[in-house]
């Protein structure tokens, strides 16, 4: 690889770092369409290099999680991932036998879908209480499991209030337990598509370390922004990149 190319990689990681650092979400809702639209990758190699990079960023996320006033519950951490992380190859063998339009589509659709709650924000609950039936959640998090091996993303934006509302988990501890969960799935599911024949392996380490150093400049800025100002903005950003997404995909 070049040296061009490696800094041009290493840019798209502190940019997409930077970008979910400011608004709290996992990489791959940034990661996926940078690398198809500004790098030039297809959507299946950008998918499985978003979940690569983002069993290194949750894992930062995780360890530096553990030492705040709310750490990740280990327990439904142990219990969602069981069913999150395996459901993951369930993507990965979708995106193997699908066309690159129908991933593309998928992925502009659940942007759309996610648009608004990331704009409306995470619900807080007192710990303990549970609207919905826990088994629920579990049902769900098989569909969120495969959603992010096909499309890249981690599923943290479904997963905290399904967590806050069937598990009883603060808004703050959901978050943190959502994101080692994520850790898993994107192992799981990053691994699936090695073995399945990812072959960009050695473009993903500038990525990761970009969006390592990127994530905790997003925290940077983020801090003296107002969070509503931060979602709002974040939430108009994935409206344009669906759009953007579905009309490739129908050949617009």
């Given at each position: 690889?070049?040296?061009f190319d490696l800094l041009v990689l290493l840019v798209f990681g502190v940019v997409g770092g930077m970008l979910s650092g400011l608004v709290g979400v996992g990489g791959g809702i940034v990661f996926v369409p940078a690398l198809v639209y500004a790098a030039g990758w297809n959507i299946t190699?950008?998918?499985a290099a978003s979940l690569i990079i983002i069993v290194f960023s949750s894992l930062s996320g995780t360890i530096r999680n553990q030492s705040s006033r709310d750490p990740a519950n280990w327990r439904w951490t142990l219990l969602f991932s069981l069913a999150v992380a395996p459901s993951s190859l369930i993507g990965v063998a979708i995106s193997r036998v699908?066309?690159?339009?129908v991933v593309e589509a998928v992925f502009g659709l659940l942007l759309l879908a996610l648009a608004?709650?990331?704009a409306k924000g995470r619900p807080e609950m007192d710990e303990g209480v549970q609207k919905i039936p826990t088994w629920t959640v579990f049902?769900?998090?098989i569909f969120i499991g495969a959603l992010s091996g096909l499309v890249g993303v981690g599923g943290g934006v479904v997963m905290v209030p399904l967590m806050v509302l069937g598990l009883g988990l603060t808004a703050k501890r959901a978050v943190s337990t959502s994101l080692a969960?994520?850790?898993f799935t994107g192992l799981v599911g990053g691994l699936g598509y090695i073995l399945t024949g990812f072959d960009r392996i050695s473009e993903v380490p500038p990525l990761v370390v970009g969006s390592i150093v990127g994530a905790w400049l997003g925290v940077k800025v983020r801090d003296p922004l107002p969070d509503r100002v931060v979602r709002v903005g974040f939430a108009c950003f994935m409206v344009v990149v669906a759009i953007r997404t579905l009309l490739g995909a129908f050949g617009v």
């Open positions: 690889m070049e040296i190699e950008a998918v699908s066309p690159e339009t608004y709650p990331t049902a769900a998090g969960v994520v850790m």
